[in-house]
RNA sequence: GCCCGGGUGGCGGAAUGGCAGACGCGGCGGAUUCAAAAUCCGCUGUCCGAAAGGACGUGUGGGUUCGACUCCCACCCCGGGCACCA
């Protein structure tokens, strides 16, 4: 089962000073293993941690953008281990999914039986590049298991109205019978039967996540998060503060109706009321019959139909022609600020799922606005008065009310809330606050997911599954349609069951769970993997959470980061989580993409890489090492880009200098260290002080840099003519195999034990830096003249600022320059520099 | 389109308002070798110059500053997300 050699095989090698990876590598990961070296008991007695990188999707062999993710995440697993803690570091898989329904699809496979071989492969390739887990926790969300906790917490949202049924507007494939994914739909059609897709309103599950919708704002401040993730979660949360009044519906006449209710519109710019021109509908918004004229009814239906088959980016786009995006519905409504009446519209760009569905138009202050007036020839009246400069349209910025009567002269945020407060005192509306957030859509029209667990009954109506059912495990003799419709809408033994309540026939829902429900809570179960009476025990999660360190793509920014962080906050209300476990992610670290030839890897582009063939001929601590040093981790990196060659090379140069190889090290001296014996000592010393900065900080790239510095000046040492001090080359070379163990374990490992016998370089401590070693007897100062360098010169570090003027003033160099002349002004930035002005 | 990032030698990158180009790749030269590979040593932004040295140079155009790759404004190009890929 296992194809590495066995230990006993290659421990005995004729040539001890090649540096052989194919045979290191199998046996330190077997010896990891085996000692379970990276399992963590919950009783363990160290300081917990716990670092995390998002689990996978098993897509099969690791291709190059996991094996980046999970070396970074590997390397500090092992460098915090190193600092004396017991960090947790587990792995699991996010198993449910459409890739493996699709190729279920097209070959008839069940995806269970695929998705184990995929997990397989994966599991392989990351053991190939040494990466270490806690295997004993291992989760799979579609473990009956996980399963059963998954729905066992839906029953909780639901009996807590956080999980709730409503409508939402799907892509439906009319020729499949079946729901589509975003992705399955290509330029508005079916990307397997290319059929004009539909949008068609269904019956759907949601989680309420805008209950949160605040706590999610306000915590985002406390989190040691990416500035550039925050500001997305903001600005997708979208919080804005208005105010949601009614527009009354005018008769013919152009006066108030009384027996019909006012249209409510949500607007962020209430002190432009005055310039409110015409009002906007959302096409799907369900007052459009009743507000639309018998004369327009044709046009309204026809561009009502128009709009539901195109998508909400298409819809929010600025792009392109404005003057078919609208329709007049023939009503009219009264702005209740002027009294005049004004004519009510429906336009593509406003959307039921924002505010009231309908909003207040002022084109003088909005440029959606100002196009649609000038495209249905409507009027514009600027509310705000713009400064003589400006020569756009709709005017955005700030300035004095205008053509406002009892608001003119007011700034804006004192004319809001002036026009807020006498919205209120008419009794038309009130202070709003408005969240761009939106319910998650958690139900999936698909097979391979987890069964949402609720019966229907045609007597009891909607019941949730008796927790005795649990899990409700998708059936295993199923046949695949080539549609994609889901085989449980056709599966009799899953679909008919009894009613809890009744006892008489009942169904089952076939729509499964979202999977980005299953990896919304797979960190609280990585604590307590094994309870089978619980979720989670809560003492354990008080343990391990939050996440110390949680690293993944950036592509998951938004939506995985949103819908884990509601989970949490859900849980801990509910009491399944610890009540003051608010956040699960304590520090997030987002890394770029590893592109192929400037564009995204994915399957369907058949343009992933896999570094198994690089594992296998050249070693795992060369591949690693060459993702460190690419780039920064933050950044997306081109799998071209990376120098595996050279850090194959280097890592050789490790193996000569450590392993003492002759031909390098031709002997070391004794005795007392010279001068220049005593600065490669403190040159180890700042290295071990640079490393531990870099990896704090994730600086990868530079941190590699470092090692290669420094093994450079290691072997100008060992060449030097009066030779390398033992003592000293060994401590350098020591320190340097500690501080690289982290990033390439598998080499260093080998070499820590051939140079003493019977340690394990991953259990030793992290070495410190001696502080008096720090401290340097001169500095390199740069003398500039008008900003531009003109020398350099030493001087001691603790340099008074009169003192560097005056050494730069001496400078033979500046003394030639200047001619003569007397500096205008001098900066003296002491000890770095000095810059003289003339 | 909207939200968020990014643009530095031949290439990947370094430099968190103070020496632009660390380190690596590639290239060139030397040592070693019968020869080559491997290895070791050195040089390598562009232009002018024999050299010393000088000028130019961080997507484009402006600005702030004694000083800008770094901060501000506008624009161009590339990437991620946009709620059913994960």
Redesign the pocket.
Known sequence: MDEHPSPEATTTDSEPSRYRPGNIEPRWQQRWADEGTYEIDNDDPREAGFVLSMYP?PSGPAHIGHVRNYTFGDLLVRYHTMQGKGVLSPIGF?S????AENAAIKSGVHPRPFTEERIAELSSSLRRIGAVYDLRRTIKSHDPAYIRWNQWFFLKFYEAGLAYRSTAI??WCPGCHT?????QVIEGRCERSDDLVERRDMA?WFFKITDYAQELLDNLDDLDWP??VK??QR??IGRSEGAEFGLPIADDTGNARADVDPLPVYTTRPDTSFGMTFAVMSPEHPRVQELTTSEQLEAVAKFQAEVANRS??DR????GAIDKRGVFTGSSVVNPFTGNTIPLYLADYVLMTYGTGAIMAVPGQDQRDWDFASAYGLDIVRTVQPPDDFDGEAFVGEGPAINSQWLDGLGIDEAKSKAIEWIESEGLGSRKVNF???DW?A???RFWGCPIPIIYCDDCGMRPAPESDLPIVAPDDVEFRPTGESPLRYHEGFLHTTCPGCGGPATRETDTL??FVD?SWYFLRFADPWNEDEPFDQEAVKKFLPVDQYIGG??????HLMYARFYTMALSDLGYAPNDLREPFKRLFTQG?VRMG???MSKSKGNTESPEAWVDAHGADALRLAIL????PA???DWE?F?L??CE??L??VW?LAAADPTLIDGVRDGEPTENDREIGAATHRLIDRIGGEYE?W?Y??A??GF??FT?TL??YA?SDDGPHGPTLASAVDTLLQLMAPAVPHITAELWSLRHEGEHIHELLWPEADPEQLTVSSI?M?V?L?????D?IEVSPDISDSDAEAAALASARIVSQLDGAKPK?V?V?AP??V?L?V
């Open positions: 999707y996010d449910f999914g459409l890739p799907v892509n729901v589509l994914a975003n992705e759907q500035q550039r500001l997305m600005n997708w909400e980016i929010l786009s600025t792009d761009r957030l939106r859509l139900s999936r029209q979202d999977t990896s950036i592509e998951h920014a938004i939506l993409m400037g564009s995204k040093q690419a780039k920064p950044e997306d990196v880009d120098q060659e050279g090379r280097f050789n140069r000569r900080r600086a790239n530079t590699v840099a290669m510095e450079n072997y100008k060449q390199t740069v500039q008008n900003g531009k360098v003109r350099r002004k900066i930035r770095k520099l810059n002005v």
